[in-house]
């Protein structure tokens, strides 16, 4: 399984950014049937859970840090999970990854629950 995050780059205090991740490959069961999520890294630090959604879209999660300001959402049909955040803030400065399990899974918040990490796409906000 493959994930490619893309859609980051740079953004004013304030503003808006929609990320994307791209699956492909192969599961037992398809993506369709996994949890996916989001989490952002800072250089030097450990990696943050930033929001999950169920297999169907029904459920989804966030952290308290991006609670409010950001939607996750995703196109099973696309095997695609996206990430649109407001009024981004300078702490948003990180690394964003999009992040799949290996088996069925419901939210999670923690980093080690999945297998499958993407590229990581980064965010930059500026003041």
């Known amino acids: 399984v493959q994930l490619q995050a893309s859609g980051g780059g740079l953004v004013q205090v304030g503003g808006s950014l929609r990320l994307s991740c791209a699956a492909s490959?192969?599961?037992?069961?398809?993506?369709?049937?996994?949890?996916l999520a989001w989490f952002r890294q800072a250089l030097g630090k450990e990696r943050d859970f930033v929001a999950a959604?169920?297999?169907?879209?029904?459920?989804?999660g966030y952290s308290n840090a991006v609670s409010g300001r950001v939607t996750i959402s995703r196109d099973n049909t696309k095997n695609t999970v996206s990430l649109q955040m407001h009024s981004l803030k300078p702490e948003d400065t990180v690394v964003y990854y999009c992040a799949a399990p290996d088996r069925n899974l419901l939210i999670s918040s923690e980093a080690a629950h999945y297998y499958y990490w993407g590229q990581g796409t980064e965010v930059t906000v500026s003041s």
């Open positions: 490959g192969r599961t037992r069961s398809g993506l369709s049937n996994y949890t």
């Open positions: 959604i169920t297999s169907d879209g029904g459920g989804t």
